[in-house]
């Protein structure tokens, strides 16, 4: 299973950016999506995330400005980001449960893409 994300870059305060996660291989069914960001010298924190047949659950820190959109046709989850602001500013990465099938039986696994980095100017 491989996440690859793209998306990302600089943009000023105030501004607008979309990321987008698709994920590809042996996949038999996602369980969970969703999106983390970790910021220079502090913790890495869910921004948004997803279950199968759910409501997508968002930070506080950007309830409001940040949506989360699957497409499930695709097994893409794209994060558009609204009204950013300087704090925002962190590598974004995306994460997928996924139910796999190998000859020993089914398996779920988290797996992650590779970080994006979304810097906002003030």
């Known amino acids: 299973v491989q996440l690859q994300a793209s998306g990302g870059g600089v943009v000023q305060a105030g501004g607008s950016l979309s990321l987008s996660c698709v994920v590809s291989?042996?996949?038999?069914?996602?369980?969970?999506m969703g999106w983390y960001r970790q910021a220079p010298g502090k913790q890495r924190e869910l921004v948004a995330s997803?279950?199968?047949?759910?409501?997508?659950n968002y930070a506080d820190s950007v309830k409001g400005r940040f949506t989360m959109i699957t497409i499930n046709a695709r097994n893409t989850v794209n994060l558009e980001m609204n009204s950013l602001k300087p704090e925002d500013t962190a590598v974004y990465s995306c994460?997928?449960?996924?139910?796999?099938?190998?000859?020993?039986?089914?398996?779920?696994?988290?797996?992650w893409g590779q970080g994006t980095l979304v810097t906002v100017s003030s």
């Open positions: 997803i279950t199968s047949g759910g409501n997508p």
């Open positions: 291989g042996s996949i038999s069914r996602i369980d969970g």
């Open positions: 994460y997928a449960e996924v139910t796999s099938y190998s000859g020993s039986g089914y398996n779920r696994n988290v797996h």
